[in-house]
């Protein structure tokens, strides 16, 4: 039997008593400190942990889920405009690549320490010799580096992994620039610190809907599906962070894609099933120095779908460099995924499925 969930807006945005009767266990307030969450992570990321000597690596791999996986994404971009010449790869899952070897460097990321598929694939690393440095709150991972003497950046406990990030992706870039791999990416992460203050005061609760671009477009999302459109390299990124927060935030569905590879299926897609369509709100993430073929194919793309989606919204990264624009569009998300769970009179923070997955596999 399928119920029709009432997704209309419940709660004044504006209404800072109204948010905060919904809002139990305080996100928005965690929001409000992503800039002083980066900033202690640079401070945890240049604690006087000794990192080991690595001779020659041929791949770098992230290990993490979920909102600790994104770490791995971020830092893949990161890496990249930091001079890397390695692949990063973020292994999401039970099974570690044949590739990761004896030669590669392991970033083991779990905010409570106790992700399944995470000790799984360090379990393997560890097999194989891999070079590994962790990232936690705690738990298993944390006794596991004990035990055999694997670097921990240990980072603060009682939050929720996808309102974590900075002190999640921070000390690997922090780790890959004290062992020479990468260069400048520190200073950027420091110098993005006030524009992020900026950012929090934009688009924080007490910032009217007037002034709010966050608020603006979570008032217009009750009632459609969010998909999320980037384009390849950190847009992609942002991306995939849209899409998980409106999950784990709004506890709605939504799914992302990226330029050009959409094009060459999903386009198509938008063709039939026209009522499904119209429940869509299609989110287009961007720059104002977009690749010149990137941007026609999103105002063709835009062109083609007019009227088969319900709605349509551009949103452009403001930043001096992709470090700063990547964490405009990551915070920018993230408020907007927190204003609709609100709006709809949704607790961002509880994910009873999620705990109920757990507690199965456990029996």
């Known amino acids: 039997m399928t119920k029709e969930l009432n997704v209309e807006s419940k709660v004044d945005i504006d209404n800072i008593g109204e948010l905060a009767t919904v809002d139990a266990s305080g996100i928005l307030g965690v929001l409000d400190g992503f800039s002083e969450q980066v900033s202690e992570a640079l401070e945890i990321g240049h604690s006087d942990i000794a990192l080991p000597q690595v001779q020659n690596p041929r791949t770098v791999a992230v290990l993490g889920m979920g909102g600790s996986g994104i770490s791995g994404d971020v830092a893949a971009t990161l890496a990249e405009e930091g001079g890397l010449?390695?692949?990063?790869?973020?292994?999401?899952?039970?099974?570690?690549?044949?590739?990761i070897d004896s030669d590669?460097?392991?970033?083991?990321?779990?905010?409570?320490?106790?992700?399944?598929?995470?000790?799984?694939?360090?379990?393997?690393?560890?097999?194989?010799?891999?070079?590994?440095?962790?990232?936690?709150?705690?738990g298993k991972l944390a006794e596991i580096a004990e035990k055999h003497g694997i670097p921990l950046f240990r980072i603060p406990a009682g939050m929720q992994p996808r309102a974590s990030l900075g002190y999640l992706f921070v000390p690997i870039m922090c780790a890959l620039e004290r062992m020479g791999m990468v260069k400048g990416v520190v200073d950027e992460l420091t110098r993005a610190v006030p524009m992020l203050e900026k950012r929090g005061l934009e688009y924080?609760?007490?910032?009217?809907?007037?002034?709010?671009?966050?608020?603006?477009?979570?008032?217009?999302?009750?009632?459609?599906?969010p998909v999320v459109y980037g384009a390849e390299g950190y847009l992609s990124v942002a991306a995939q962070r849209w899409k998980a927060q409106f999950n784990e935030m709004a506890k709605i569905p939504s799914f992302y894609n990226c330029f050009p590879e959409l094009n060459h299926n999903e386009t198509v897609g938008w063709q039939n099933f026209q009522d499904v369509c119209a429940k869509c709100h299609l989110v287009v993430l961007g720059e104002p120095a977009l690749y010149d073929r990137i941007e026609k194919r999103v105002k063709i793309t835009l062109d083609l779908l007019e009227g088969s989606v319900g709605l349509i919204t551009r949103v452009c990264a403001r930043g001096a460099n992709t470090t700063e624009k990547l964490l405009d569009l990551i915070s920018f998300g993230d408020y907007v995924s927190v204003y609709l769970a609100l709006a709809i009179g949704q607790d961002p923070t509880p994910v009873a499925r999620i705990e109920e997955l757990k507690k199965r596999l456990a029996e």
């Open 85 to 99: 010449r390695l692949p990063v790869v973020t292994v999401k899952g039970y099974r570690l690549p044949s590739f």
């Open 104 to 138: 590669s460097l392991v970033f083991a990321v779990s905010y409570s320490g106790n992700t399944e598929e995470t000790l799984e694939v360090l379990r393997q690393a560890l097999e194989r010799r891999a070079t590994v440095i962790a990232v936690s709150s705690g």
């Open 204 to 225: 924080g609760p007490t910032s009217s809907t007037a002034d709010n671009p966050a608020k603006r477009l979570a008032k217009e999302m009750p009632g459609y599906l």
